[in-house]
């Protein structure tokens, strides 16, 4: 089985080079572009023969420019306990983050719709345990609830999908459509609450 380039030879120089070509990757889709792998070389003043060592075609690359963050939650140490303001707290760190990464979201959501796509990071399921994180107090206050189903529920609407749709269909502006998803995260725990049941 052959050896991957990088893990030969000058291992901390060719991770700083594959970090500057990320690094790159990420300006350039944050500028709007979709870049190749020669123009991240560009942008990061390294050889085209040299870039493509690392990542053989673009679908790699832009891969590899999703963000890398997964932390365990996205709420803080000191985050409400109560169910309603504790998921208020979680859908505006949510919608920060997506809006933080949504050039990088975006690009991996139109590589997630090419047909026979690798499965890529964005559809994981990394913010539906974030979701189940910040209703954990349910357990106590509304046994009945499916917390699981309804993290799915608040998922399916109000991720980054979403987001892109409210802002370039329906012409919102980021802060109307975060506002937006907040109050469909709400009205989905409200109802789950009420009833039990949720739409997923």
Known sequence: MATPYESTGRTAQKSR?????VAATRELLAAGLTPKVED???RAGISRTTAYRYFPNQRSLLMAAHPTISPETLLPADAPTDPTAR??????????YNFTWEPQLRTSLRLSLEPDADRPVLRQG????????ALTPLRDTDPHVDAHRLAVAIRSATGIETLIWLVDIAGYSREQAAETVRA??????????????TAA
């Open 184 to 197: 469909t995260a709400h009205a989905l725990l409200a109802a789950a609450r009420r009833t039990g049941v």
């Open 87 to 96: 998921l208020d707290a979680f859908m505006t760190a949510f919608t920060a």
């Open 17 to 21: 080079t594959r970090l500057a070509l």
């Open 126 to 133: 990394r913010a539906i345990g974030w979701i189940a994180d």
């Open 40 to 42: 991240a070389a560009e």
